[in-house]
């Protein structure tokens, strides 16, 4: 099976920063990737899929870049409705593998 | 639009049985693989299983589940389910149906908005 590995787990900043998140899969996935975002209470959301296709409605200083086993989730100037955790997911084989999620937290 | 609407939860006892359900709108069940993920207290998501085939015969489990968990579909009333017998305390957690796109079977694009189970004597 593969595994996701996301870093770091937790991270603080503050608004108008800019965040990366970083997910390692142990093997190829190409670009068959994507990234959630999670508030507490509710579902997981699309932001990215296939690596760096933003999902619609999904604001543009959200933005993801790589392919292989190494990917990267940007958030431009970071807003206060941004603070929630950040999962990533290979959607290339079975069964989906999620990461264990970058919680992104108010400095 | 797209719709998926999650019901059946609660509280059960260690041994005991559940269904859930996944009331489908907007689309046609049997067009998408359809998948469950859990997410147990304060964790992650963890993938469950997942149905596809126009006669819903393509199913797979992960580990921790199969031989207790079966997942399974309605056509005519669009509406997923997930039977879980033999629970366990670490069965505990949200569960969340979730609709696939087309072109990849795996990429859960929509989602449901979670059933809490609870297994606790």
């Known amino acids: 099976d593969i595994q996701m590995t996301q870093s770091p787990s937790s991270l603080s900043a503050s608004v108008g920063d800019r965040v990366t998140i970083t997910c390692r899969a142990s093997q190829s996935i190409s670009s068959y990737l994507n990234w959630y975002q999670q508030t507490p209470g509710k579902a997981p959301k699309v932001l990215i899929y296939?690596?760096?296709n933003l999902q619609s409605g999904v604001p543009p200083r959200f933005s993801g870049s790589g392919i292989g086993t190494h990917f990267t989730l940007t958030i431009n100037s970071l807003q206060p409705e941004d603070f929630a955790t950040y999962y990533c997911?290979?959607?290339?084989?079975?069964?989906?593998?999620f990461g264990q999620g970058t919680k992104v937290e108010i400095k | 639009e797209v719709q998926l609407v999650e019901s059946g939860g609660g509280l059960v006892q260690p041994g005991g049985s559940l269904r859930l359900s996944c009331a489908a709108s907007g689309f046609t069940l049997s067009t998408y693989w359809m998948h469950w993920v859990r997410q147990t207290p304060g964790q992650g998501l963890v993938w469950l299983s997942r149905i596809g085939g126009d006669d819903g015969s393509s199913t797979s489990y992960a580990d921790s589940v199969r031989g207790r968990f079966t997942i399974s579909r309605d056509n005519a009333k669009n509406t997923l389910y997930l039977q879980m017998d033999s629970l366990r305390v670490e069965d505990t957690g949200v569960y969340y149906c979730?609709?696939?796109?087309?072109?990849?079977?795996?990429?859960?694009?929509?989602w449901g908005q979670g059933s809490l189970v609870t297994v606790s004597a």
């Open positions: 997911q290979q959607t290339y084989r079975s069964p989906p593998a």
């Open positions: 979730a609709r696939s796109v087309v072109s990849t079977a795996n990429d859960l694009r929509y």
């Open positions: 296939e690596a760096s």
